[in-house]
Nanobody
Framework: QLQLEESGGGSVQPGGSLTLSCTHSSGFTLDHYAIGWLRQAPGKEPERVSCISSRDGTTHYADSVRGRFTISRDNAKNTAYLQMNTLQSEDTALYSC????????????????WGQGTRVTVSS
C-alpha cells in the first residue's frame, strides 16, 4: 500500500509560520497525482485545506486558509509543500497529505493514497 510521508509540523505561536512537506521516498513518483492537504482538529470534522492538480497546477483553498496558506509542488524533488503563514489557534490540527490518481483534486473521502499526518499546534 502506497503511503505518503509528511513532515514539518510542530508548535508555533500565533502569527507564526510553518512549511509542511509531503513526499514518497521509495521511488514512487507523484508527478501524475493531484496532491492535497486535509486536517482534522479534535472534535471537529475533517477539512480539505488545499490541493493542487497535476495537469495544470490548479490550486484550491478552503475559505478558512485562503490568503494565508500556499500549496506548491516540486516534481523534481517528488515533494509537495504547504506554506502556512499567519497561523492561528484555529489551525491546530493533524495535517495529512493525500493523493488522487485522477490528477484532479478530489473530495475528503475519494483519495487514493494518504499519509499518517503531522501535527501542528498553534498556541501562545
Amino acid at each position: 500500500q502506497l503511503q505518503l510521508e509528511e513532515s514539518g509540523g510542530g508548535s508555533v505561536q500565533p502569527g507564526g509560520s510553518l512549511t509542511l512537506s509531503c513526499t514518497h521516498s521509495s521511488g514512487f513518483t507523484l508527478d501524475h497525482y493531484a496532491i492535497g492537504w486535509l486536517r482534522q482538529a479534535p472534535g471537529k470534522e475533517p477539512e480539505r485545506v488545499s490541493c493542487i492538480s497535476s495537469r495544470d497546477g490548479t490550486t484550491h483553498y478552503a475559505d478558512s486558509v485562503r490568503g494565508r496558506f500556499t500549496i506548491s509542488r516540486d516534481n523534481a524533488k517528488n515533494t509537495a509543500y504547504l506554506q502556512m503563514n499567519t497561523l492561528q489557534s484555529e489551525d491546530t490540527a493533524l495535517y495529512s497529505c493525500v493523493a488522487w490518481f485522477s490528477g484532479e483534486c478530489g473530495t475528503l473521502v475519494d483519495y487514493d493514497y494518504w499519509g499518517q499526518g503531522t501535527r501542528v499546534t498553534v498556541s501562545s
